[in-house]
């Protein structure tokens, strides 16, 4: 069966359109319309071994706050669908990435309780024009939406994109790992028999 989703969401604000495919091969068609994102998302794309494609046009005249939040928003949903019932998968993700002087870690539970928890001190505002402040924002609208529990933690660093690099590749990879089916697993990996 395959794992898919598109999702379509059409505001005032932004006009997106995303397609996830869990079972894929790290292949991504990108076009954000902001550019530090659109490089996250590939970084996030490649690591997690998904297929993603999203077309986003959002009022980042204005700032790349709702653009950001609304890709968050989609790609939650996305997961969320893609999962359907959730039988047999793993559920739970974690996963270290180095980048250079940065190391990220990323705990995942796709257990239908959305919940975050960030500990990043990141040392700049921005990243070029993107504000870093935005990190969790997306971050807080994915797990909200695919209705997971998403522990993010940069346990160091001192290069603010490298910090942030980290955190997207090590989502993928945690991500990643909590979807993918393990045969010994009959029905959900729940003692409540649901997710």
């Not at 001190?121 to 997971?148: I, S, Y």
Request: glycine share 8%.
């Amino acid at each position: 069966m395959e794992r898919t989703a598109s999702i379509e969401r059409n505001t005032n604000e932004t006009k997106i359109q995303l397609s996830l495919a869990i079972d894929g091969e790290g292949q991504s068609r990108l076009d954000t319309g902001v550019p530090f994102m659109t490089h996250m998302l590939d970084l996030f794309t490649k690591h997690g071994q998904f297929n993603l494609t999203v077309d986003a046009q959002g009022d980042t005249e204005v700032d790349d706050h709702h653009t950001t939040e609304d890709i968050g928003i989609c790609l939650g949903h996305a997961l969320r669908e893609a999962l359907g019932d959730k039988k047999g998968i793993k559920r739970y993700g974690n996963a270290f990435v180095p980048m250079d002087e940065a190391l990220a870690q990323v705990v995942v539970d796709l257990s239908n309780r959305p919940h975050l928890e960030m500990r990043a001190e990141f040392p700049g505002q921005k990243v070029g024009t993107f504000d870093t402040e935005l990190v969790h924002e997306f971050l807080w609208k994915l797990a909200l939406e695919a209705r997971m529990n998403l522990h993010v933690i940069v346990h160091y660093g001192k290069n603010t994109h490298h910090m942030i690099e980290a955190v997207f590749k090590a989502l993928g990879r945690a991500l990643d790992e909590a979807t993918t089916i393990d045969p010994r697993i009959k029905g959900v990996p729940s003692t409540k028999g649901m997710l």
